[in-house]
């Protein structure tokens, strides 16, 4: 019973600790403030120029990590970049970025503690 987690609760001697692990479902953009606020090392803008549509991976780590990306997918067909800015386009959503077309086939994801002006 114990085994498949059926069992009474107080075979543990530990107690759980809920602060443990409170950075792994925090939002990127708050991790990535969090980092600043404490002494981490200040936010960077990495350029990535995918080849491929599974280049996308490379894409979402740094845009997790709270880092802005700007994407060139001129090297790419035209049907495989349209499949990566809607992956931006999505990503950029879900962790409360921006996505901004700065150039033609060039794209900056902004997290969302990034602002971004325009002049």
């Known amino acids: 019973m114990s085994y498949l987690g059926l069992g009474d609760g107080d075979q543990y001697e530990e107690p759980y600790e809920y602060g443990e692990y409170e950075d792994e479902w ?3 953009s708050e991790r990535a403030a969090r980092r600043w606020r404490s002494g ?12 491929k ?3 996308a991976l490379i894409v979402g780590q740094h ?4 880092q802005a990306v700007i994407m060139d997918v001129s090297g790419m067909p035209t049907a495989e970049a349209t499949r990566l800015v809607d992956f931006a386009a999505g990503l ?4 409360e970025g921006r996505i901004e077309r700065i150039a033609d086939k060039v794209f900056l994801l902004a997290p969302a ?3 971004i002006t325009t002049t």
């Open 53 to 55: 549509y599974s280049d």
């Open 113 to 115: 503690d990034i602002e």
């Open 92 to 95: 950029t959503y879900g962790c």
């Open 40 to 51: 981490g090392e200040p936010a960077r803008i990495v350029m990535v120029r995918p080849r």
């Open 63 to 66: 845009f997790r990590e709270g």
């Open 26 to 28: 925090m939002p990127a």
